[in-house]
């Protein structure tokens, strides 16, 4: 199991920026996890925005972030970050941190969340 502590949330104007840290700690954060970042916002279900494989290749995106947030990972910080450029006010919501084995499919770990606040 993987314990994960979500950070960098905050209130920002349309079109600034934010960067969200997640660290890790438990298992060997490197241990060919795949790390992602979720969001849910009032009223919707929680939504995939980005996830990344344990070597930092193959970062997949949800269509609406594309181009604007940006996922990475230090494995040797046992972090992994989501730059979000460009936020809009549909950005709103509570991210959260996730992480799964590599041949696992269930998302099994997850942080508490940060909110995001973007005004228009």
């Known amino acids: 199991q993987v314990q994960l502590v979500e950070s960098g949330g905050g209130l920002v104007q349309a079109g600034g920026s934010l960067r969200l840290s997640c660290a890790a700690s438990g298992r060997t954060f490197s241990d060919n996890y795949v790390m992602a970042w979720f969001r849910q916002a009032p009223g919707k279900s929680r939504a995939l925005v980005a996830s990344i494989s344990r070597s930092g290749g193959m970062p997949v995106y949800t269509n609406s972030v594309k181009g604007r947030f940006t996922i990475s990972r230090d494995n040797a910080k046992n972090t992994v970050y989501l730059q979000m450029n460009s936020l809009k006010p549909e950005d709103t919501a509570v991210y959260y941190c996730?992480?799964?084995?590599?041949?696992?499919?269930?998302?099994?770990?997850w942080g508490q969340g940060t909110q995001v606040t973007v005004s228009s």
């Open positions: 996730a992480a799964r084995p590599e041949d696992v499919m269930k998302w099994a770990d």
